[in-house]
């Protein structure tokens, strides 16, 4: 069993900054891929940003040069590092990874912390 509590999220001015870390617990032999997602009241769960084992990233248009995604094998966990804040970021944020087990690989979420950037 496979479970992955986030952290990190809070309030904050716009302009600011904060990580988010996922770190991910069970039976992990490897994380291949770890991605955040956000979700804003009243809309669809979007990609945010997307890592692999090999170091490969892929970011949302909109938090482009602003986020950084990375991944730390060892300690099995994911971590989203966001700059440069803006109200329109304001969401609950959620961790997913692909991990392989010692019994299966499979596709993991967190239960989502919630970032609110605000004035």
């Known amino acids: 069993q496979v479970q992955l509590v986030e952290s990190g999220g809070g309030s904050v001015q716009p302009g600011g900054s904060l990580r988010l870390s996922c770190a991910a617990s069970g039976s992990i032999v490897d994380l291949y891929a770890g991605e955040w997602y956000r979700q804003a009241p009243g809309k669809q769960r979007e990609l945010v940003a997307a890592?692999?084992?090999?170091?490969?990233?892929n970011y949302a248009d909109t938090v482009k040069g602003r986020f950084t995604i990375s991944i730390d094998n060892a300690k099995k966990m994911v971590f989203l590092q966001m700059g440069r804040l803006k109200p329109e970021d304001t969401a609950t944020y959620y961790c997913?990874?692909?991990?392989?087990?010692?019994?299966?690989?499979?596709?993991?979420w967190g239960q989502g912390t919630q970032v609110t950037v605000s004035s």
């Open positions: 890592t692999t084992s090999f170091g490969t990233t």
């Open positions: 997913f990874v692909r991990a392989r087990t010692i019994r299966t690989t499979g596709d993991y």
